[in-house]
């Protein structure tokens, strides 16, 4: 059986550092999602990549945790983008207009 | 030479160079021109000066009850209107009663031979006097009424004038659409206000639906709504948001509003294929919507137009199922008041709209429970717009030609809604769907299912939810049936908005039905309390049918 549970790992790179997760985004993702912010926020970079590349399902509980990590980021003036997130999931983010507070870049380019 | 009244007003004219009453001096002010004789007693000069004797002077009450003509000298009355009089140099006043009421006075100068008035003299002014008054009184009568009459005229006048401008503006048919059954009243009261509606066919084959009213009455109502009705059209023909519609007329029409109007107005946008609706309101009545037996309001709210520029208008969206009914109404019907001066309000449109019935059916029902309200000699305080929209049955109706793909339960635990989310999309593999019409049927069913075990199961392994997975030639049709647990889900909840979710206005949650709603062609929630289960039925087509 496939393991689907969330994991998420901060990794610094040189354009700032990207939140790379995996699995089902959705309501147990919760306290992984917290603490791999909190990670993010003591490492003091100005700008997050969220990175769904290994995300094959968000929720609209997953939604609200990324739009509390939005606000959380947005709180501690860091910029925000996505990449890997799939047409779906790009047409969802466009629908709760995630879009217009972060970069949604094609593909999973850095 | 004389004197008037209606209001008290009294004339004393005094004769300059003859007693030719001025060309153009009315014939029911007898001042100048009767009695003759007595007018040309009075001297040569003669000049209209007039006397109000009001009624509180004691004058009047004098005059009304005198026995004949006065003496002006001999008054010793402590009286404004008598000091008038002496000023104007008369000396004699026959007052004119009829039925007891003071209706004039003639004023007399001195005589001209300088003899007091004799005795014969008195007793022809009081004949005089007594066989006008009556007439005088007529006549002022008929003037009174043949005012009276050009009033009426000139208000009827301006109610047809008003009447036409509304009824010029509003549709002369109304959409013909299949699977719909759209039914409109426009009621006018007496005094006609400025209510409208009207629906325009967007070009995306969508169709715009304006219900407004205009705060006054009469043609400045209705040159407003005229005025409305068109700016309305002109922004649906080249906007398709209800709330930017709504946005650039308040801006267009504020310049114009004449002072202390306004205009409420809801505005929506129907997807006719899908069954979607887009509202944006200023200011207007909440919409009513009637599903699976409930009935709810679709909450958009906004400013009217014409008070400020530059309002923004949010739009609620939601999806009208099958069998589901809108109404769209002003305040003619719910601000409707009986003989006790209750108002009818929206708690008895509310009851009223449980029934199950739809188009013009429903509407003469509606209008014959306000008349059963507000009694039969009501007089319809202001005009009643009704509008109602319904989505017929066996829309998303399996019976016929369809065939059932899958059907299984899961528990009710937090996790299930992609496994459900999997099974489904197992179920629709052979059918060859679109790949993105099988995204969005996947992640409208795990929403469904989310709704199921959050609300339905309250979590609980043990109280499971069922899913069923049929398809037609057109369609495919999944229901998410759940034990219920909380009572209905909400169906018209807040609508998700991203930028007060930011700003802590709003918890981060609540997306799930927002994005049903943007995922599939139609979406039905309705209950059977008998059971204690309530469904969501989705429907998606299995290919793309609508023009975006």
Known sequence: MTDRSFGAEVVGRPDGVRLQMRGDLDSRADETLRDAYREVATSGSPGLTLDFGEVGYINSTGIALVVRLLADARRDGRGVRAVGLTPHYQEIFRITRLSDFMDIVEGDAA | MTALTRPFRRLVDRSTDGVEPAPDHDPLEPATDAPAGIAAAAGADLASIAVDIPEADPLFAYLQSAPGPVDVGRLELESPAVEALRDADV?????????????????????????????????????LAAQAAP?????????????????????????????????????????????????????????????????????????????????????????????????????????????????????????EMPARMFVTCLFAVLDPATGRIVIANAGHNLPFVRSGGTVTEIRATGMPLGLLPGIRYEEVEGTIAPDSNVLLYSDGLVEAHDSDREMFGFDRLRDALVVDDAGSELLDRLLETLRTFTGPDHEQEDDITLVTLRRSAGVADSSADSTALTSFSLPGLAGN???????????????????????????????????????????????????????????????????????????????????????????????????????????????????????????????????D
Request: proline share 7%.
């Open chain 2, 91 to 127: 000396a004699l006043v026959v007052p004119l009663v009829t039925q007891g009421e003071l209706i004039g006075t003639l004023n007399l100068g001195p005589r001209l031979s300088e003899q007091d008035y004799s005795t014969d003299d008195r007793r022809l002014l009081a004949t």
């Open chain 2, 417 to 547: 809604d992609r496994e459900a989310m999997d099974r489904v999309a197992a179920a629709v593999a052979d059918l060859e769907l679109p790949p993105d019409r099988v995204d969005r049927l996947k992640t409208a069913v795990s929403e469904a299912a989310m709704n199921a075990i959050e609300y339905g199961s309250h979590g609980r392994a043990d109280v499971p939810f069922d899913v069923d997975v049929v398809v037609t030639p057109t369609d495919v049709i999944v229901r998410v049936t759940d034990r219920a647990l909380s009572g209905p889900v909400p169906t018209d909840p807040e609508t998700p908005d991203l930028e007060r979710k930011l700003a802590g206005d709003q918890k981060p949650r609540g997306w799930g039905l927002f994005l049903i709603e943007h995922m599939v062609d139609a979406i039905d929630v309705s209950a059977d309390e008998a059971a204690g289960t309530q469904t969501v039925t989705l429907r998606i087509a299995r290919e793309e049918k609508r023009h």
């Open chain 2, 135 to 255: 007439a005088i009184r007529v006549a002022q009568l008929v003037r009174e009424q043949a005012a009276e009459a050009a009033e009426k005229e000139r208000l009827a006048q301006e109610l047809r004038v008003a009447t036409l401008i509304q009824q010029q503006f509003l549709p002369r048919e109304l959409p013909r659409l299949p699977e719909w059954q759209i039914a409109a009243f426009y009621g006018p009261a007496r005094a006609v206000g400025g209510d409208f509606y009207d629906f325009v066919e967007l070009p995306d084959g969508r169709i715009g639906i304006a219900v407004g009213d205009v705060t006054d009455k009469g043609v400045p109502a209705a040159l407003v709504m005229a005025r409305t009705h068109s700016v309305l059209r002109a922004e649906a023909s080249r906007l398709s948001s209800p709330g930017e519609i709504l946005s650039r007329a308040n801006d267009l029409l504020v310049p």
